[in-house]
């Protein structure tokens, strides 16, 4: 069946430092990929849309890898700040329909 | 600036009531989507419109319904409230423009209690 994981353990790391989170998935074939930033009690928030023929995307000090042949995508921060705090999710789509399928997402936590 | 807006930020209902969650969104999005996200679930799909009139279930529509008579606007319905469907109910629309990679725009959520 399909699957999408994202590390359930919280990520913290100090001011300055880069984050890296991982998305990894199994039997599936998506045609995008994209992170989601999400607050305590808020709706999730569209970061960065990568797809399927991309390798790399950047916005500002975000940066997204896809690697299909490894099934997985990892999101840098670079240069964080304590405001990055927050739950980060991944959410796969295939060719053909609108929906998306999200991981449960990774919490990180920057510590100043 | 865009908005999906949702009709109440917090609601209790007891078991057995009908509940109406409403959703509106003001970006002219063809398509709308309701979720409910748990611990450690994460983001599940409940059902979505990409058309008004049109709906599609999502992966766990068992116990609700949806209606969406005009284009803004996307209701969810939990026919007999259960506390099983306690949860954080989540609406989000998007374009079906493929250039635009489909992202959703999400409402602030309603988190739902069923005593």
């Known amino acids: 069946s399909q699957k999408i994981e994202q590390n359930s353990e919280a990520l913290n790391i100090q001011e300055g430092k880069t984050a890296t989170l991982t998305c990894n998935y199994t039997?599936?074939?998506?045609?995008?990929l994209q992170w989601y930033r999400q607050d305590p009690g808020r709706g999730p928030v569209f970061l960065l849309l990568?797809?399927?023929?991309?390798k790399e995307k950047r916005k500002e000090r975000l940066k997204v890898t896809f690697d299909t042949t490894l099934k997985q995508s990892l999101f840098h921060i670079t240069a964080s700040q304590p405001a990055d705090s927050a739950t980060y999710l991944c959410a796969l789509c295939t060719s053909g329909t609108y929906k998306y399928i999200f991981g449960t997402g990774t919490r990180l936590k920057v510590l100043a | 600036d865009v908005k999906v807006t949702q009709s109440s930020r917090y609601l209790v209902k007891r078991t057995g009531e009908k509940v109406f969650l409403e959703c509106v969104q003001d970006m002219d999005h063809e398509n709308m989507f309701w979720y409910r996200q748990d611990p450690g679930l994460g983001l599940r799909l409940i059902y979505f419109?990409?058309?008004?009139?049109?709906?599609e279930k999502g992966d766990i529509p068992e116990g609700y319904s949806v209606s969406r008579e005009k284009k803004e606007r996307f209701s969810l319905i939990l026919e007999s409230a259960s506390t099983n469907q306690t949860s954080m109910y989540l609406c989000a629309s998007s374009s079906s423009y493929r250039s635009r990679g489909y992202e959703q725009y999400f409402g602030p959520g309603t988190r739902l209690t069923v005593t």
């Open positions: 419109s990409y058309d008004v009139k049109m709906k």
């Open positions: 990568i797809r399927e023929n991309e």
């Open positions: 039997n599936y074939s998506p045609a995008y």
